[in-house]
């Protein structure tokens, strides 16, 4: 039962994400006006905006003038959904839970918008590092300190990396917004998940970038967004990283 309240209550909250999504970026408010329809301007009751049962309903068209309802509001809203289970299923009805599933869903919001717009939004990020910092005084599972050092490693290296990297080939590679978020990664997580962080991001980017340079051409040049990369490497983290310290460790012992 609890299973499923938690996986409603997730694509509920993924609903409020995919407002986030499309208004943040073009600084609208996120409480006011309601939804609404952007082909006829029509404002969705709330039985049309029921998390992902709706988009079913209506087959993905607008219930007034049929145009297409974009695909990712489903998508947001089962992610959130199945991240707010996958969550609960660890951490229990807890105080982790939920600072865990504020940080998730901030991740889920950051990525969609840097992958349309190739921002960070310091809106986000920024409240982030504070929040994760405050809530590590009711999580039992990070101190302060942990979390006040992942700040300080999360943001420097990249900065460093960032600074390096302008410097070498003249041209800015890693913007700031990959800075605080890697610092607000390190807020909720810790300066160890920050380096696990850091290596699984690089690795799956890399792997991900040449995938993408074998089937366009190695003279494509789109600016692959980094953000994206970095919030999956944090859940991963999240969830595996203890495992794969171990697993680390075990291997050079
Ligand atoms: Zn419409």
């Given at each position: 039962m609890l299973t499923l309240i938690s996986i409603i209550f997730g694509a509920l909250v993924g609903s409020f994400l995919n407002v986030c999504i499309f208004r943040l970026p073009k600084e609208e408010s996120i409480i006011w006006p309601g939804s609404h329809c952007p082909y006829c301007k029509k404002s969705i009751k709330f039985y049309d905006n029921i998390p992902l049962i709706s988009y079913l309903l209506l087959w993905g068209k607008c219930r007034h003038c049929k145009k297409p309802i974009s695909f990712q509001y489903p998508l947001v809203e089962g992610i959130t959904g199945l991240s707010s289970l996958w969550l609960f299923m660890r951490f229990g009805p807890s105080l982790s839970y939920i600072i865990y599933f504020a940080f998730v869903a901030a991740l889920i919001v950051i990525t969609v918008i840097d992958l349309y717009h190739q921002i960070i939004l310091d809106i986000?990020?920024?409240?982030?590092?504070?929040?994760?910092?405050?809530?590590?005084?009711?999580?039992?599972?990070?101190?302060?300190?942990?979390?006040?050092?992942?700040?300080?490693?999360?943001?420097?290296?990249?900065?460093?990396?960032?600074?390096?990297?302008?410097?070498?080939?003249?041209?800015?590679?890693?913007?700031?917004?990959?800075?605080?978020?890697?610092?607000?990664?390190?807020?909720?997580?810790?300066?160890?998940?920050?380096?696990?962080?850091?290596?699984?991001?690089?690795?799956?980017?890399?792997?991900?970038?040449?995938?993408?340079?074998?089937?366009?051409?190695?003279?494509f040049r789109y600016a692959i967004p980094f953000g994206p990369f970095l919030s999956l490497g944090a859940v991963i983290a999240l969830f595996y990283g203890q495992d794969l310290i171990q697993w680390y460790l075990g291997l050079r012992a």
């Amino acid at each position: 039962m609890l299973t499923l309240i938690s996986i409603i209550f997730g694509a509920l909250v993924g609903s409020f994400l995919n407002v986030c999504i499309f208004r943040l970026p073009k600084e609208e408010s996120i409480i006011w006006p309601g939804s609404h329809c952007p082909y006829c301007k029509k404002s969705i009751k709330f039985y049309d905006n029921i998390p992902l049962i709706s988009y079913l309903l209506l087959w993905g068209k607008c219930r007034h003038c049929k145009k297409p309802i974009s695909f990712q509001y489903p998508l947001v809203e089962g992610i959130t959904g199945l991240s707010s289970l996958w969550l609960f299923m660890r951490f229990g009805p807890s105080l982790s839970y939920i600072i865990y599933f504020a940080f998730v869903a901030a991740l889920i919001v950051i990525t969609v918008i840097d992958l349309y717009h190739q921002i960070i939004l310091d809106i986000i990020s920024l409240p982030g590092i504070g929040v994760g910092l405050l809530t590590s005084f009711l999580n039992p599972r990070i101190t302060f300190l942990d979390s006040l050092i992942g700040v300080l490693l999360g943001g420097g290296s990249l900065f460093l990396v960032a600074t390096l990297y302008q410097w070498l080939f003249k041209r800015e590679g890693m913007g700031g917004g990959d800075v605080k978020l890697l610092a607000m990664i390190g807020a909720f997580l810790g300066w160890k998940a920050v380096i696990l962080t850091i290596l699984l991001s690089s690795l799956i980017g890399s792997v991900i970038g040449i995938i993408i340079m074998v089937l366009k051409g190695k003279n494509f040049r789109y600016a692959i967004p980094f953000g994206p990369f970095l919030s999956l490497g944090a859940v991963i983290a999240l969830f595996y990283g203890q495992d794969l310290i171990q697993w680390y460790l075990g291997l050079r012992a």
